[in-house]
């Protein structure tokens, strides 16, 4: 985020020489990057340093950590990389670092009492954030499609796979956790329930053209994505 203000810092101070104005920035993000625009509109830090602000698929969770989340995830990375200090974390080569990536399962901001008090949600709730600059909010219909596809949705999925698909786990979804595992655990009712809301004559709505991709394909891609409280519609309906 300190990074972010600094590249926004220099927006306000050069982009006059481009033609544009430093008075009238919009910030926009999608994705994680969405996220981060939820935290410049409830970090005091950032607020003069847009006039509007654009959140595409960003509402996909509470916004940050709380400092004993991030300090359990610092302790796990400092196993995994059988480091004792954040001295030794920053000796290692980016080979290391790489692979550290890929095995940590936390991101995001946290709430360190000083750029964030709260998170956001939290402080959206009690309306302690940049009321002053407009804000679009929106989601993609097929937001982390491509995670989903290589990890557990194939093209040429069948209604058998898709029934396996909701009661396994695979290693992204358990890193995700929360409401997101919570599908590896779908009772055969919860099933039936799920295709009788998505599934074929459900009248939900679906592209007429889906190139390579089945009905069951693009079925799995709706169920694992705006159904669930991550990167998409039912967060931002909801906000």
Known sequence: MADQR???????RHIEAFGGDGHAVTIFGESAGGNSIINHLAQPASFDLYARAISESGTYDVGAHSMAESEAGYR???????????????????DNVSALHHAMLFDGPTVDGVSLTDTPAA???KGDYN??????????????????????????????LFDFSLQQCSPIERA????????CNTT?????????????????????????YSSWCKIGLNLYIPSTS?????????C
């Open 6 to 12: 600094l590249a926004m810092t220099w927006v306000q």
């Open 76 to 94: 796990a990375v400092l196993a995994l990389s059988n480091c004792s200090s954040l001295a030794c974390l920053k000796g290692l080569d980016s």
């Open 123 to 125: 402080l959206f709730a």
């Open 131 to 160: 009321t002053k600059a407009p804000v679009i909010i929106g989601s993609n219909r097929d937001e982390s499609a491509f995670f989903t596809r290589i990890e557990r949705v194939p093209p040429s999925m069948n209604e058998s």
């Open 176 to 183: 995700f956790g929360g409401s997101v595992s919570a599908r």
């Open 188 to 212: 055969a009712e919860q099933l039936a329930e799920l295709k009788r809301a998505y599934g074929p004559g459900s009248g939900y709505p679906y592209p007429q053209k889906r190139g390579v």
């Open 230 to 238: 991550r990167l998409a519609a039912c967060t931002t309906i909801y």
